[in-house]
């Protein structure tokens, strides 16, 4: 069972995390990785890496030969799967297991067990466990399933067995509304999943979402290590992360805790594993479902016990005991977590792909002791349309709840993402809303609370934004990239022209201009001030706007400037010298793609007549389907993207001549 090279057969954040704390064992590690993956983070931080196939991941990180092939030619003889991808993969298990390999997670028994939403409710049923009411036969049949589904009551949840991330799941509000249901989600799990099983669950509303960290090790032993509140979602994706859950007494801790390592015990489980509950307000709780791997908020519970996870996979999957019991457990404190995306809040959350022009989490310089950054991305990266638009997760720790989420927040504001969209601004509004600072969330709280954030709305350029533009492209090109002159000393050579042009999304913008000797006296529309540049390095400008320091991070690449501004990302463009806006800005019949990703179908020919608004091709890009629309009322002229070809931000798929 010892082992002494740790393979990652994941990518990004998690993989640097895992071998962070693989080498602090003195452990060697191994990084595998796609084409797509050659110059990522992870690929750099181990001490050996082996490419194992096309950017696609069934061409690569779900590979599992190419994996176990990897592993060989390097001699590495233990294998972390991370999270996603082959993590609760019971044949991955298996056939690590039969090449010699250590496995460092759950047996493939475990696995298999709780990867099936029907039968884990069945054990879990049998071990004692609070289930919700509901049926988890095996006959499937849509009518046995209707006739089920009336018996249990309204409102009800659908799900799919073998189902995740909310896919394959519906909430039934009425009879009327069970027999569609049932056909889409079967539908959706056959093609997401491979299986249309389902389960039927009379429905808890808002209700808290609270999982238990639980913990085996092979010599029979099974601890809790707290409680984790994940409410706060979107689609039935978590959002927020904390621990401890803020209502959580002592006694409901140990009632639920008990539960959860219950349950572990059921199968005999090994290694990281977490027991989901739903918990009303009632404070009645009752099994979700249990996740056999390390999860993606695992932090918040490593802050709150001053404990490595990965360190115990390793010791448990190198045969050792777990190394505290349950009353040598300490719970000190409060973290939140939130994850960073690439996708634009303002599109519906749509994936962003492409260059990230300049990455740097809050932190780096040491001043914020208490934030804790994971992430995979190099200062200068590239978000890529394979896989998951993760950028880092941020996670704060306090001594009170109320400490971490005011320090989260500042840590997600002070980390600087240029170059893509973000949810930035979201998470920041988000972990000030008072609500949520008071703790009063549930899975509803976004729906209810902050459906209409200002951050879901495309970035308002203001005034002070326009300026800091000004100062920048209106320095002298043949000065220096980075200068520290004093404004005293900092001219501009805007004499030639009075005025600037300056584009914000689809909105031109003018001011006027004057070059003082305190600054740039500025004019836009009936407004007027003075900026001062104070400093400017590479990618950082110091200035006063109506008396008040500030500074800003930017990257500036000829006449396009991004800063890191309104939503985190503002892109502002000099439109002075620019040639004159044609029919594009209404719509000219170039359909682009908005994204880099696949095209999925096309249901249009050429000769088609086709209206504006109307869908002409689907593009997928991180497992997230977009509708390609016309822009204009005309013909189909030409298409010239095919269904299954890989697509870039901004490439003509079709054309379409006007009538």
């Known amino acids: 069972m010892a082992f002494s090279k740790v393979l990652v057969a994941n990518r990004g954040e998690i993989a640097v995390r895992v071998m962070r704390s693989a080498k602090a064992l003195g452990y060697k590690t191994v990084a595998v990785y796609s084409e797509a993956d050659a110059n990522a983070l992870h690929v750099q931080y181990a001490d050996e890496a082996v490419c194992i196939g096309a950017p696609k991941v069934s061409e690569s990180y779900l590979k599992v030969d190419n994996i176990l092939n990897a592993a060989k030619l390097t001699g590495a003889d233990a294998i972390h799967p991370g999270y996603g991808f082959l993590s609760e993969n019971a044949d991955f298990a298996q056939a690590c297991e039969q090449a010699g390999i250590t496995f460092i997670g759950p047996t493939p028994d475990a696995i298999e067990l709780m990867g099936s939403k029907r039968l884990s409710k069945i054990a879990m049923i049998e071990a004692g466990v609070p289930c919700i009411p509901g049926y988890e036969g095996g006959e499937q049949g849509l009518e046995y399933l209707t006739a089920q589904g009336k018996k249990i009551g309204f409102p009800l949840m659908v799900k799919a067995s073998a189902g995740g991330g909310g896919r394959g799941m519906r909430l039934v509000e009425a009879e009327s509304e069970l027999a569609a249901a049932l056909s889409t989600a079967r539908s959706e799990a056959e093609n997401a999943f491979g299986s249309g099983e389902l389960i039927l669950e009379r429905a808890v509303i808002a209700p808290r979402h609270v999982e238990v960290q639980v913990f085996g090790d092979t010599h029979g032993n099974v601890v809790y290590l707290f409680e984790r509140d994940c409410s706060i979602q979107r689609r039935h994706q978590k959002v927020v992360e904390e621990a401890p859950c803020p209502v959580m007494t002592e006694d409901l801790r140990v009632r639920m805790g008990e539960a959860a390592v219950a349950a572990a015990k059921s199968c005999n489980y090994v290694g990281a594993g977490t027991v989901e509950f739903l918990l009303d307000s009632d404070g009645n709780f009752y099994f979700l479902e249990m996740n056999t791997r390390l999860q993606v908020e695992h932090p918040v519970t490593e802050l709150i016990t001053g404990l490595d996870l990965v360190e115990w996979q390793l010791r448990v999957a190198n045969g050792e005991t777990l190394p505290l019991q349950q009353d040598e457990l300490q719970l000190n404190g409060h973290a939140v977590e939130v994850r960073l995306y690439?996708?634009?809040?303002?599109?519906?959350?749509?994936?962003?792909?492409?260059?990230?022009?300049?990455?740097?989490?809050?932190?780096?310089?040491?001043?914020?002791?208490?934030?804790?950054?994971?992430?995979?991305?190099?200062?200068?990266?590239?978000?890529?349309?394979?896989?998951?638009?993760?950028?880092?997760?941020?996670?704060?720790?306090?001594?009170?709840?109320?400490?971490?989420?005011?320090?989260?927040?500042?840590?997600?504001?002070?980390?600087?993402?240029?170059?893509?969209?973000?949810?930035?601004?979201?998470?920041?509004?988000?972990?000030?809303?008072?609500?949520?600072?008071?703790?009063?969330?549930?899975?509803?709280?976004?729906?209810?609370?902050?459906?209409?954030?200002?951050?879901?709305?495309?970035?308002?350029?203001?005034?002070?934004?326009?300026?800091?533009?000004?100062?920048?492209?209106?320095?002298?090109?043949?000065?220096?990239?980075?200068?520290?002159?004093?404004?005293?000393?900092?001219?501009?050579?805007?004499?030639?022209?009075?005025?600037?042009?300056?584009?914000?999304?689809?909105?031109?913008?003018?001011?006027?201009?004057?070059?003082?000797?305190?600054?740039?006296?500025?004019?836009?529309?009936?407004?007027?001030?003075?900026?001062?540049?104070?400093?400017?390095?590479?990618?950082?400008?110091?200035?006063?706007?109506?008396?008040?320091?500030?500074?800003?991070?930017?990257?500036?690449?000829?006449?396009?400037?991004?800063?890191?501004?309104?939503?985190?990302?503002?892109?502002?463009?000099?439109?002075?010298y620019a040639a004159p806006a044609t029919a594009d800005a209404a719509g000219d019949g170039q359909i682009r793609a908005p994204m880099d990703g696949a095209i999925v179908n096309v249901l249009v020919n050429v000769g088609d007549q086709v209206s504006k608004g109307q869908t002409l091709l689907i593009l997928e890009a991180m497992k997230i389907q977009q509708q390609i629309k016309a822009d204009v009322d005309g013909m189909v002229a030409e298409i010239t993207g095919q269904v299954g070809q890989q697509v870039k931000k901004r490439q003509v798929l079709l054309k379409i001549e006007t009538l």
């Open 342 to 576: 690439a996708e634009d809040p303002s599109q519906d959350f749509l994936p962003q792909t492409g260059s990230v022009l300049l990455w740097q989490p809050a932190g780096f310089d040491g001043e914020l002791p208490n934030v804790r950054i994971d992430h995979g991305m190099t200062q200068q990266g590239v978000v890529s349309p394979y896989y998951d638009p993760m950028i880092a997760k941020v996670i704060a720790y306090g001594k009170t709840r109320v400490d971490a989420v005011r320090l989260l927040a500042r840590a997600v504001e002070e980390s600087v993402l240029l170059g893509v969209n973000s949810n930035k601004q979201f998470l920041v509004n988000l972990l000030r809303h008072p609500e949520l600072v008071a703790g009063h969330t549930n899975t509803a709280f976004i729906a209810e609370h902050f459906s209409d954030d200002v951050s879901l709305h495309p970035a308002k350029v203001d005034f002070e934004s326009l300026a800091i533009a000004v100062a920048l492209f209106a320095q002298p090109k043949q000065q220096a990239a980075v200068s520290t002159e004093p404004a005293s000393q900092w001219h501009n050579t805007i004499e030639v022209a009075r005025s600037l042009k300056l584009q914000v999304g689809e909105q031109i913008h003018s001011l006027k201009l004057q070059d003082q000797q305190n600054g740039l006296q500025l004019q836009w529309n009936d407004d007027a001030a003075t900026i001062q540049v104070l400093e400017k390095t590479a990618n950082q400008l110091t200035y006063v706007w109506h008396g008040v320091r500030r500074g800003v991070a930017f990257v500036q690449q000829g006449d396009t400037l991004y800063l890191d501004r309104g939503n985190g990302n503002l892109m502002i463009q000099d439109a002075t």
